[in-house]
């Protein structure tokens, strides 16, 4: 299967778009057709393990990864990923994507990627540039997860940039604990200078001449792929079981996990609605009110992994309609402030005992404050982060400690350490010669 351009004619197959990242353009790159798959040859599959070498083959077909996807699938997706009735709410469920290493949904598209780099790049002749370096722009959970997939795998550099003073202590020592082949940089400035620096970066051809790029970000279409999985998990599990088809509510920020899911409903998966959660970075609400797309500074919200004015997944999105009004139609997005984040955090813990991060509260937010009319069948709410993550935060809203998963423990026992940088594109490049000199 070929992946083209969101911006132009530009086309690679999978592996090349898995290594590049971004397309020359500056496009991001999709697969020329979503398969349709045949609900049949999913049966007696059930963990996203064991559905990824069927669900995602017709990608993989006629690459040098084919007969390896269902490796890459055991290796990366080696944890429980479980749908859990929530208390105390007929018909309302959480996706639990906190149980992998770094505490975070992104653990499933970083392990995939890395797994899928690491046997590329054993196939491939030495690049003559030196190592593969791993950009990485992060609001908060993203580059943990990144940094920790690809911590000490050979040919592989990664440089990761967050905005300082953005994400919570916790979040930040698990972006700055690796060392070894890991560099860590805080950036003063926003998610969305990050993200403008990395797009910078591999615009630069001059750069691209010295230096061999590729991203880990969600505009990684390698990132996107394995997502669709716990969706196609989730709702099969759901259906089989039932015989309808659930919703979903998927906090978002860049729109990749939001984008996973309406991939996997294109591709035919049992799935109904898809309501998507932001917090006060209002881009997306706004634009499906007004139909103009406006990327604004980003605004700092509880929800850092989610605060992103310029959500890079949209070009992406809109790939999948073919008019404003379809889109409309098929996409629905409702903005939750900080107050009620921790309203939702209180009121949650209080009448069921669930504790949420600050992020999965924005789609139990949204839950809650759907019309009558729209909360009709069965919900499930995306859990994207574990929240010990948020201790500073959760903590004083439900007055209780929470308990600190193993390996998010393990983590944070390590020694930190990090630069902080300008936003700025040479500043960035300095430090990408640097790493593979």
């Known amino acids: 299967m070929r992946f083209h351009s969101t911006r132009s004619d530009f086309s690679t197959d999978v592996t090349g778009a898995i290594m590049a990242g971004l397309a020359p353009d500056g496009g991001l790159l999709i697969p020329e057709?979503?398969?349709?798959?045949?609900?049949?040859?999913?049966?007696?599959?059930?963990?996203?393990?064991?559905l990824g070498p069927v669900v995602l083959a017709p990608f993989f077909a006629g690459s040098s990864l084919t007969d390896q996807l269902g490796a890459i699938c055991q290796d990366a997706l080696n944890f429980p990923m479980p749908v859990r009735a929530v208390a105390g709410e007929d018909g309302l469920f959480v996706l639990e994507l906190f149980h992998g290493p770094t505490a975070a949904f992104k653990d499933v598209g970083a392990r995939?990627?890395?797994a899928s780099m690491e046997r590329i790049l054993a196939a491939e002749a030495e690049d003559p540039r030196g190592p593969l370096v791993i950009l990485v722009a992060t609001s908060g959970d993203t580059g943990g997860a990144?940094?920790?997939?690809?911590?000490?795998?050979?040919?592989?550099?990664?440089?990761?940039?967050?905005?300082?003073?953005?994400?919570?202590?916790?979040?930040?020592?698990?972006?700055?604990?690796?060392?070894?082949?890991?560099?860590?940089?805080?950036?003063?400035?926003?998610?969305?200078?990050?993200?403008?620096?990395?797009?910078?970066?591999?615009?630069?051809?001059?750069?691209?001449?010295?230096?061999?790029?590729?991203?880990?970000?969600?505009?990684?279409?390698?990132?996107?792929?394995?997502?669709t999985l716990y969706y196609a998990s989730a709702a099969l599990t759901h259906f089989r079981d039932t015989g309808r088809r659930p919703n979903f509510i998927v906090p978002t920020g860049n729109l990749g996990n939001a984008l996973a899911c309406h991939w996997a409903r294109a591709m035919g998966l049992p799935i109904g609605e898809i309501i998507l959660a932001t917090n006060a970075n209002r881009t997306i609400p706004d634009f499906l009110v007004t139909?103009?797309?406006?990327?604004?500074?980003?605004?700092?919200?509880?929800?850092?992994?989610?605060?992103?004015?310029?959500?890079?997944?949209?070009?992406?999105?809109n790939t999948l309609y073919?008019?404003?009004?379809?889109?409309?139609g098929a996409v629905f997005a409702y903005p939750v402030e900080d107050q009620e984040i921790l309203a939702q955090i209180k009121a949650d813990y209080d009448q069921r005992g669930q504790i949420w991060c600050p992020h999965t509260a924005t789609a139990a937010w949204t839950y809650a404050h759907l019309p009558p009319s729209q909360r009709q069948g069965d919900w499930i709410l995306v859990a994207t982060a574990h929240a010990a993550k948020f201790e500073d935060t959760v903590e004083?809203?439900?007055?209780?400690?929470?308990?600190?998963?193993?390996?998010?423990?393990?983590?944070?026992?390590?020694?930190?350490?990090?630069?902080?940088?300008?936003?700025?594109?040479?500043?960035?490049?300095?430090?990408?010669?640097?790493?593979?000199?």
């Open 33 to 50: 057709r979503l398969p349709r798959l045949d609900l049949a040859s999913l049966e007696g599959l059930n963990s996203p393990a064991e």
């Open 112 to 114: 995939f990627l890395a």
């Open 146 to 227: 990144v940094a920790a997939a690809f911590h000490r795998r050979e040919g592989i550099r990664v440089v990761v940039l967050f905005p300082k003073g953005q994400v919570s202590q916790r979040q930040q020592h698990q972006l700055t604990c690796w060392g070894d082949n890991v560099v860590s940089l805080a950036v003063e400035g926003s998610f969305d200078a990050c993200q403008a620096m990395v797009k910078a970066a591999f615009t630069d051809k001059a750069l691209g001449a010295q230096v061999r790029l590729s991203s880990a970000n969600s505009i990684n279409v390698g990132r996107l792929m394995p997502q």
């Open 291 to 317: 139909g103009d797309w406006q990327p604004r500074a980003s605004v700092t919200t509880l929800a850092s992994a989610m605060d992103v004015g310029d959500p890079s997944n949209m070009e992406r999105l």
């Open 322 to 328: 073919s008019t404003f009004d379809e889109l409309r």
């Open 396 to 437: 004083p809203a439900i007055g209780a400690t929470i308990p600190v998963p193993e390996a998010l423990r393990a983590i944070l026992d390590l020694p930190s350490a990090f630069d902080t940088v300008q936003a700025t594109p040479e500043a960035l490049t300095k430090v990408i010669i640097k790493t593979v000199e």
